[in-house]
């Protein structure tokens, strides 16, 4: 690759290696003292506390569990987790599947500066996404479960007049501020793993009806229910996944002379006025249930969703934005193709008629059918007129037959794959910050090697590690050295990799097994590239033009048999500089372990301060480091400019050991010297 605008730097500080000819004892010779200051600013003055790591981000305990309405697990549960929520840009990190216990539990690797993450599913029964705060480094949430008995409180009362339509609404009763109804039947009702499987199946999160199961549309089927005797009505609600505050209600009609307009149905009567779960803007679990009442032969009922209805501020049911109605051609599509926005499924084996709606307009909604679902129960259930419904409890498609469902599978023609967890996140890079001219300190502006990086660990049905990807970005390179850079993993032999693919490695100077780990390592060692000037620019002198990285270099390891996820480790493993093409010269992040390869002689020269015995490395006498790990794409400093001259609050927190303005690398007020960043 050609180098672009690279001017020479740091020449009076380059490091002449040699063997003495009566010593095998490695000297290092440098231009200049390498106990002068280079740092003008004073950053080797600065008093690090003598245990801080010098880590950006910190390890979290992750616990989640998903349990029915009666406490009894619910395995097989893909859960997901965010850095927030989607709609605000939060990014998926973590994906998994819940043990036979209903337990997922793994470690994650988070910027310090972090409080909470959101956690979620796209398992219908369960809420969509919840934030959790991280309390002393763990996350606790479990998914349903017996719920909580509602905070006693004044219920709000039934507004009527604040519909201002033709439309009527009737209420059965008052509802606390989250739109919870204080008119639920108790105990609630038992919704089984067994029954959510079989929603998961037949309404799958974004898997459009139209496409997955297109016989639910066809016109034969019912989407109201008609009584031929005398009978009592419950609604039931299972689940959400919407991101409006919905209302259901029910009108009633004769089945021989149906609305043929909107302002036919005089008059609605809410059932829920908030159909929304506890921790996702509402308060109702799984189960929850409304008597409707006893209603004579004769009587037709059909569903009525006014879409983002409800007022928490003001506790009311308002006109929302869409009337969603059974009778489809009195909703707002003009294509009949799109009009319909209710699914209505017989269960034949629990006696229910399960009711879903799509919230919004077709066709440009996903057409999951699946922001609401309920279930209404008949009693008795002989007593709903013979029609035409489509069942429930169709077999779920597992092409691959490795267990996970492929609505659920990211890689559902592939038996050893299931699930994706990225580190920093998906679609964003954390960086890594060097310094390269260790066992010397070097000016502290930490941009001698930039490489940008993200890692994908891919994980089966059992949460067990098959594949590891990596993508790197060499952005800028602020010295003259053509440094390699490669990364560790500390408790895998390299005997458990079959293979390994992307390396760019082209001076000859690494030696591989035939796995395309590193030879002569008893870890597992994977090089990325043995020259960063075949792959990037320099970058750090704001008089020379900025050139764009052109390329990623990609790397796949894949494991002989599945690793467990605690074994892998995480992200970024143990990363480590060679400094220029010799091998034997590693540069590793604070209190990192070297590889099988390094030359041990370097350790204890000039302004390192390494003790192997005691688990110090790559440190000075005064506990500065040579690599920054930053849990994002960092900004890093011009050359010759050190570190804290670019970011204001960098000494603040090295001082306060991490306690104080652990995010001092975003871009914030008064957290930058923009004449010193790159």
């Not at 390869?597 to 440190?619: E, H, I, M, N, W």
Request: proline content about 6%; overall charge negative.
């Amino acid at each position: 690759m050609t180098k672009f605008g690279f001017s020479l730097l740091l020449t009076s500080f380059l490091v002449l290696l040699f063997w003495g000819s009566s010593s095998c004892v490695k000297t290092l010779k440098l231009k200049v003292d390498p106990n002068e200051d280079l740092n003008p600013t004073g950053l080797t003055e600065i008093a690090v506390p003598a245990n801080f790591d010098w880590e950006t981000s910190c390890i979290v305990e992750i616990s989640l569990k998903t349990l029915d309405n009666t406490g009894a697990a619910i395995p097989k549960v893909k859960l997901n987790v965010y850095t927030n929520y989607q709609a605000v840009g939060g990014k998926k990190i973590m994906n998994g599947y819940t043990n036979e216990a209903g337990l997922l539990q793994f470690q994650y690797r988070i910027p310090s500066a972090q409080d909470s993450l959101v956690v979620g599913t796209d398992y219908l029964g369960f809420p969509k996404e919840v934030k959790v705060a991280i309390s002393n480094g763990k996350i606790d949430f479990t998914f349903g479960g017996i719920p909580l008995p509602p905070a006693d409180e004044k219920s709000a009362p039934s507004l009527k007049a604040n519909l201002a339509s033709q439309l009527t609404l009737n209420y059965l009763g008052t509802w606390l501020k989250d739109g919870t109804p204080k008119y639920l039947v108790s105990p609630r009702d038992v919704i089984t793993s067994s029954f959510l499987t079989e929603i998961n199946t037949a309404l799958p999160e974004f898997q459009a009806v139209p496409d997955f199961h297109p016989s639910y549309l066809w016109d034969i089927y019912e989407q109201t229910i008609s009584l031929a005797e005398t009978s009592k009505v419950w609604i039931t609600f299972v689940s959400e996944g919407s991101a409006y505050y919905n209302t259901l209600a029910f009108y009633t009609f004769d089945k021989n002379n149906p609305p043929q307009t909107i302002e036919d149905i005089t008059q609605a009567t809410v059932i829920f006025p908030n159909a929304s779960f506890k921790n996702s803007g509402g308060g109702l679990y799984s189960g929850d249930k409304v008597y409707l009442g006893e209603f004579p032969a004769g009587t037709s009922l059909g569903w009525l969703m006014i879409t983002n209805a409800y007022d928490s501020k003001t506790r009311t049911v308002t006109n929302g934005i869409y009337k969603l109605f059974s009778h489809e051609d009195l909703n707002p599509e003009t294509d009949p193709l799109y009009q319909q926005h209710i699914v209505l499924l017989k269960d034949v084996v629990r006696s229910i008629y399960l009711i879903s709606f799509e919230d919004m307009l077709r066709p440009d909604s996903d057409e999951d059918f699946n922001d609401a679902i309920f279930y209404a129960t008949i009693d008795p259930v002989s007593a709903v007129e013979s029609g035409y419904f489509p069942a429930l409890g169709i077999i779920e498609s597992d092409t691959d037959n490795d267990g996970v469902p492929d609505n659920f599978d990211e890689y559902p023609e592939d038996p050893t794959t299931a699930f994706n967890n990225f580190y920093p996140n998906e679609g964003d890079f954390a960086t890594l910050a060097f310094e390269d001219l260790w066992p010397a300190r070097g000016d502290y502006d930490f941009n001698d090697l930039i490489v940008d990086y993200n890692f994908n660990t891919l994980t089966n049905l059992n949460n067990e590690v098959s594949k590891l990807r990596a993508e790197f970005v060499v952005r800028a390179i602020g010295a003259g050295f053509h440094n390699g850079f490669g990364f560790q993993l500390q408790d895998i032999l390299s005997s458990q990799v079959s293979s390994v693919s992307g390396s760019a490695l082209e001076e000859g100077y690494i030696n591989l097994n035939s796995n395309g780990t590193e030879a002569g390592q008893s870890k597992a060692t994977i090089i990325a590239f043995d020259d960063a000037w075949n792959h990037g620019y320099a970058n750090t002198d704001p008089s020379k033009a900025y050139a764009a990285p052109t390329e990623i270099i990609q790397i796949e390891i894949n494991f002989a048999t599945p690793i467990p996820l605690d074994q892998l480790g995480l992200a970024p493993f143990n990363p480590f500089l060679i400094v220029n093409k010799q091998r034997g010269r590693e540069i590793h992040m604070a209190n990192y372990p070297p590889t099988d390869l390094v030359d041990l002689s370097y350790f204890g020269q000039f302004s390192d301060d390494s003790d192997p015995a005691t688990g110090r490395y790559y440190k000075t006498a005064t506990n500065l480091p040579w690599v920054l790990n930053i849990p994002t794409r960092f900004d890093y400093s011009i050359e010759k400019s050190s570190v804290d001259k670019a970011h204001l609050k960098f000494i603040e927190w090295v001082e306060s050991s991490g306690s104080l303005y652990n995010n001092w690398y975003l871009n914030l007020l008064d957290y930058r010297n923009l004449e010193f960043i790159y």
